[in-house]
């Protein structure tokens, strides 16, 4: 890896992890101080990530770490669904031999998981996601599968092992009916399965998000008072 891969990878692990909140401020020496690297490669990450909709580029302020908010998360899952909804179903239409075997082989893995960590798990998460609508034959259908994915890691981060560990969900049977769906090549199962399975993961994320600072309310000033409003 290059050094702005290196640091690309390092802040993108702590930025999907919060170990650099929403909303920071990510200063160029402090980040250099934190990584160990020159303003380059760290300059270089910072785009990138600028890019993947990570961070956001303020005017003659540099970068911060992206906001979250209930709002993006259902125009985020909105997005995933409307997008991936018409990846799967081309690549269900094309029914291609290498495509089902992907679908099979990266769920297998997927349930296999149980229990791994939080970064591998999220490895093998997206690869079965992506395997379902890999079939689709739109290399910018797949590019926004990648974008809309990479933007909505952080929310999902510690979801799926936390969910499990609780059992609040049955993950694993969620994956498997879009698969099963999708293998028998029933387009409208595999495509409400997936749409359940994105809107349960909503409702779970927008509960775990912090309660929006109140707007302060002004005063309203009677007429020919001189309080201020």
């Known amino acids: 890896m290059t050094l702005a891969e290196t640091a690309h990878a390092a802040l993108r692990r702590d930025i999907v992890s919060g170990a650099l909140a929403p909303g920071m401020p990510l200063r160029m020496s402090l980040l250099c101080d934190r990584y160990g690297m020159g303003m380059s490669p760290v300059r270089e990450a910072l785009n990138r990530l600028h890019s993947e909709g990570l961070v956001v580029a303020l005017p003659l302020r540099g970068f911060i770490v992206a906001p979250v908010s209930a709002a993006d998360v259902t125009d985020t899952t909105d997005t995933r669904i409307l997008i991936e909804s018409e990846a799967l179903r081309r690549s269900i239409a094309a029914g291609r031999p290498d495509w089902a075997a992907g679908v099979r082989d990266t769920l297998a893995a997927l349930l296999e998981a149980a229990g791994t960590e939080a970064d591998a798990l ?14 689709c034959g739109s290399p910018r259908l797949m590019d926004l599968f990648e974008r809309l994915y990479s933007e909505s890691e952080r929310y999902r981060y510690h979801a799926l092992t936390v969910e499990a560990r ?8 969620e994956h498997r009916a879009i698969a099963q769906a999708a293998l028998a090549r029933d387009t409208s ?5 997936l749409e359940t399975h994105y809107r349960r993961t909503e409702t779970v ?3 775990r998000l912090p309660e929006p600072a109140p707007t302060p309310r002004r005063r309203v000033r009677a007429a020919g008072s001189t309080a201020p409003a």
């Not at 199962?189 to 399965?193: I, Y």
């Open 166 to 173: 609780e059992g609040s969900r049955d993950l694993a049977a």
């Open 205 to 207: 994320l927008k509960a």
């Open 189 to 193: 199962g595999a495509l409400a399965a």
């Open 122 to 135: 999220e490895r093998l998460h997206h690869a079965f996601h992506r395997a379902l609508v890999a079939g």
